[in-house]
């Protein structure tokens, strides 16, 4: 790596320095800043969290399982047959605490009554835009009354200008599934033929507008006790959308997660965002990692460039939680060298020279997908002691296969934090839970 | 079985055939047309979009460079809205024979070209990406052409004189009693039915396919060494000219912008399989260190797609050489009664698309004398439908029209703009429930995100139109993802990479689609495993209250 060039100003010097503004970084952000620690976070730009559903998978799939249903059992089975799994360095304890904590966490930064249900010991089953039942461990209120196991007759509910979300779609497969539901068009009054969920979910925070949205509602429902909408209640209030929803129409209602940009998990950006900055912790959005400078296996100080200008940041520990090849963390060039972007870390999980990167089945599982920075059990990267890597960066997972992308986040976030906490002898963070 | 009586039976949907059924349909002759698939599927659909000066072949064939010459000339006129006159430039790189710019200026004179020799600084100025090595430079005439647009005005204007085109219905049998043919029978892959079609002619332009098809008529010796090569989609206009290698022709060496894309072609490749469509590893990067030498940083700029296109080379009796670009590229237009004794039988095949219109006129000019009638070829000077004002397709037309309907129009494809009125037109008229039939017709899915957003967004507006099954309307979701996905994996690197995985993240994670009661994976066990999880669970368990209804 190439040092940083000079500063105008000197290096802004924290405990520790967070790379990646997704749900691992801020969850190991947050967990350092509550332990007391000066942290920064600088992102190149806002995470995982605005193309995800908005739900916490911590897993929903794995070999032999086709449909996880006890995510805290089969967490223990994966853990014994795929050792190289982040699950497996993470151990089963790490995910059920990092969990209690995002409960705490989310419902002391939650907009009033926006809370996070469910658990480890079961999977809910809730439809998505295409109506497919998928497999989440916590999911937000404003989705919960979606759980396949208590829908029996739902109204899918869509408008037109939406081109995110196919009612009719939906409906059919959740047939095929044994539920009764029914496609319900709504002709809204929108100032655009073409509207993304984000912008009808600001107009969802308008009391005025969400009953005129009921008034035209209510007389296309029939029997139906459930009503089925894309994800778009509001952004500032959505429980208050919800309760006033299901009081105006009389019925349980749910969300149902669209195409990106996601409501809900602007939503969840925004309680981590706010969990962050009531413990003290910085954010920089859009700051590009453009340098670092390393003294033998030590990263002593990253460079951004932001505006313009380029700032450095120097710390004793540095998170990485880059992503994966989705968000561009670990790349793959066209002479088809495979290298991670930030700190040029090593990978583990290549495919050898020969082998397949990529198959032809796009169902199946993709040869490279599993790619990761090389970490010890401590989630150190191999080749930089004072950097420890978190979400998306760790090898072998797979995801969106295996349903395990946001446990993954937190639980790792979680570890990182604690890891960094214990290592500097800072004492253990205040709350933290032994493991 | 229903019957169909016809004048001319043409199998094949290719630029050749359905030019043959544009060109007697302007006769006034009626016609059927039937293809194993949709129309333009195969080799049409499947080339760089070149349409030739004639430069490429003014050394090497002097008649290919003659033939193509008058045919660009005219397509410029007849089917103007189909191409963008991009012009051509012909350039001599540090590793091209030096001595080859002056024959290909002679080759140039000697058959027509219109040539014009400029000096590089002169050329980089226009095309400041080209390799700044570069030590000479020639203007041509070369253009790009969309096929699909091209394939579609014949058919609809033969359609609308009456021609019958039916796209899915393969040939099964070819009616042959003693020594003439009699038609065909085809059967609808759709409904399985089957469909005689009784002609007084029929042509076989089935291109890279035509030794089977003449099989199928008992007629052997016909054959056609099908040439694979591959081409690949670079996602931005790196170059707004076509730009060629100036040495003998051989692989990765022109770069045609296309639409919103530039296209690098080709390898050539003996195949025994027409259907070969396989993508060797050292092809792609055959074509990226090609890439790199005519426009330095190719390798750094998205590669969207690579695909395979099959040439039908017609075996020359004294070539009896495998090396398929020896071959001529000249076509071939067998009247199998002189050739065979078999009356009402012709076959076309070789050639390039920018001759298509030549060889369907030559071929129309058989069938004419076959019937004995005097019907003379009027596609030389009668427009397409939608060619009429002669004005060629200008890059950022259609983003223009857009915009000034973007305030009551949705976009269903934003990276190819395809509006949603078009789409439910599509729907209705090509009848098919199929998105990659739609996809030829619109371009939907052929842009930077491959389908990442439109597949949802077109299957939903496809279920809901057509009342679809919930079945059905899966499979063409998953279909059209599997499609997409072949083109893209040979050669995924770099930001289309992320692309990729953005967009399984939508699928997988966000949309569940492998969720689905027809996907692949959960075809066999979903019974199994899969009921047990949707009923009885509570939901509410756990860690946190759940609020009461």
């Known amino acids: 790596m190439t040092g940083p060039g000079p500063a105008l100003d000197g290096p802004l010097h924290f405990d520790a320095v967070v790379i990646g503004a997704g749900t691992a970084g801020m969850t190991a952000a947050i967990r350092l800043a509550q332990s007391g620690a000066r942290v920064c976070v600088v992102a190149k730009g806002v995470g995982s969290t605005h193309l995800a559903a908005g739900t916490i998978d911590v897993l929903g799939r794995i070999d032999g399982e086709e449909r996880v249903t006890e995510p805290g059992a089969a967490l223990e089975r994966l853990i014994a047959s795929r050792p190289d799994h982040p699950y497996a360095l993470l151990g089963s304890g790490v995910v059920a605490d990092s969990l209690s904590w995002f409960f705490e966490t989310a419902a002391a930064s939650s907009p009033r009554g926006y809370e996070y249900v469910g658990g480890l010991e079961r999977n809910m089953l809730l439809p998505t835009a295409v109506g497919a039942l998928r497999p989440s461990t916590l999911v937000p209120i404003t989705m919960a009354a979606g759980e396949a196991s208590a829908l029996h007759r739902a109204a899918i509910v869509g408008t037109h200008a939406l081109r995110d979300f196919h009612p009719s779609l939906c409906a059919a497969n959740l047939r095929e599934a044994g539920i009764e539901a029914r496609p319900v068009f709504l002709e809204l009054e929108l100032e655009r033929a073409d509207m993304s969920a984000l912008g009808i979910a600001r107009r969802f925070d308008d009391p005025a507008w969400r009953a005129l949205f009921c008034a035209q509602l209510s007389p296309a429902l029939r029997s139906e006790d459930h009503v089925g909408l894309p994800a778009m209640l509001g952004l500032r209030d959505p429980h208050a959308a919800l309760a006033d929803l299901e009081r105006r129409l009389g019925r349980r209602v749910f969300e149902i997660p669209t195409l990106p940009p996601s409501v809900p998990g602007m939503r969840l950006y925004e309680i981590l965002r706010r969990a962050l900055r009531s413990a003290g912790g910085r954010l920089v959005i859009g700051a590009e990692v453009v340098a670092a400078e390393r003294h033998g296996e030590r990263i002593a100080a990253v460079a951004t460039r932001a505006a313009g200008r380029e700032s450095h940041y120097a710390a004793p520990w540095f998170v990485l939680a880059s992503g994966g090849l989705a968000s561009g963390g670990i790349e793959l060039d066209s002479s088809w060298r495979t290298s991670e972007r930030v700190l040029g870390l090593p990978l583990r999980g290549v495919p050898d020279a020969g082998e397949p990167r990529f198959v032809p089945d796009f169902f199946a599982e993709q040869p490279l997908g599993r790619v990761g920075v090389a970490v010890d059990p401590q989630l150190r990267a191999e080749g930089a002691e004072n950097v420890v890597v978190a979400g998306a960066a760790l090898p072998g997972q797979a995801p969106w296969r295996e349903g395990c992308g946001e446990g993954v986040a937190l639980a790792s976030g979680y570890r990182a934090a604690q890891v960094i906490v214990r290592e500097s002898g800072a004492g253990a963070p205040a709350g933290a839970r032994a493991t | ?470 079945l059905e309307a899966d499979a063409s979701l998953l279909a059209f993802l599997q499609e997409r996905w072949k083109g893209v994996w040979p050669v995924l690197y770099g930001d289309q990479l992320r692309q990729a995985r953005l967009d399984e993240w939508i699928f997988q994670g966000v949309l569940g689609v492998e969720r689905l009661p027809t996907a692949p994976e959960t075809a066999g066990a979903g019974g199994a495993s899969g009921a047990g999880g949707a009923s009885g669970a509570g939901g509410a368990s756990g860690l946190a209250p759940r609020e009461a209804p």
């Open chain 2, 1 to 470: 079985m229903s019957t169909l009586s016809t004048d001319v039976l043409v199998i094949g949907g290719g630029a050749t055939g359905v030019g043959v059924a544009w060109d007697a349909a302007l006769r006034g002759l009626d016609v059927v047309l039937v293809d194993r698939h949709d129309l333009a599927q195969g080799t049409s659909g499947r080339f760089h979009g070149l349409l030739h000066s004639g430069g490429r072949y003014a050394v090497k064939d002097p008649q290919a460079a003659r033939e193509c010459v008058a045919e660009n000339r005219i397509l410029r006129r007849v089917a103007a809205d189909c191409i963008e006159d991009t012009g051509g430039l012909f350039v001599t790189t540090p590793w091209d024979d030096p001595g080859y710019a002056d024959r290909f200026a002679a080759g140039c004179a000697e058959t027509g070209v219109r040539c014009e020799e400029v000096q590089p600084s002169q050329a980089l100025r226009g095309e400041p990406r080209l390799n700044p090595r570069i030590s000479r430079a020639f203007r041509v005439p070369d253009a790009s052409i969309d096929v699909w647009k091209t394939v579609w005005a014949m058919s609809h204007g033969a359609q609308q004189r009456g021609a019958r085109i039916l796209p899915y219905h393969e040939v099964v049998t070819i009616d042959r009693s003693g020594d003439v043919v009699g038609g065909a029978v085809a059967r609808d892959a759709r409904s399985g039915d089957e469909l005689r079609i009784e002609a007084r002619v029929t042509v076989n332009a089935t291109g890279a396919w035509a030794g089977r098809v003449a099989q199928m008529a008992g007629i052997e010796g016909v054959r056609v060494l099908p040439g694979r090569g591959i081409m690949i989609a670079m996602n931005h206009r790196l170059v707004n000219t076509v730009v060629n290698r100036c040495q003998m022709p051989t692989d990765g060496d022109i770069i045609v912008p296309i639409r919103t894309v530039s296209v690098i072609g080709t390898t050539d490749q003996h195949t025994d399989d027409p259907d070969d469509h396989t993508v060797p590893q050292e092809e792609v990067d055959r074509m990226l260190d090609e890439g790199e030498r005519l426009v330095p940083g190719f390798r750094r700029a998205r590669a969207l797609r690579v695909w395979t296109g099959v040439r039908p080379l017609f075996e020359d009796a004294k070539a009896d050489s495998t090396a398929t670009r020896d071959v001529t590229r000249a076509h071939a237009l067998l009247d199998h009664e002189q050739r065979d004794g078999v009356r009402g039988l012709l076959t076309i095949t070789g050639g390039k698309l920018t001759t298509y219109r030549l060889m369907a006129q030559e071929t129309v000019d058989a069938v004419c004398r076959q019937l004995g009638e005097s019907r003379p070829c009027r596609t030389e000077t009668e427009p397409l439908p939608g060619s009429e004002s002669g004005e060629h397709y200008r890059l950022g037309e259609r983003l223009a029209r857009k915009e000034a309907e973007l305030r009551g129009e949705q976009l269903i494809c934003e990276c190819e703009l395809v509006p949603r009125s078009k789409l439910e037109r599509a729907i209705a008229q090509t009848g098919s429930t199929d998105l990659d039939d739609i996809r030829r017709q619109l371009r939907l899915g052929m842009g930077p995100c491959q389908g990442g957003f439109c597949t949802y967004r077109a299957t939903g507006i496809l279920h809901e139109r057509d009342g679809l099954r919930a």
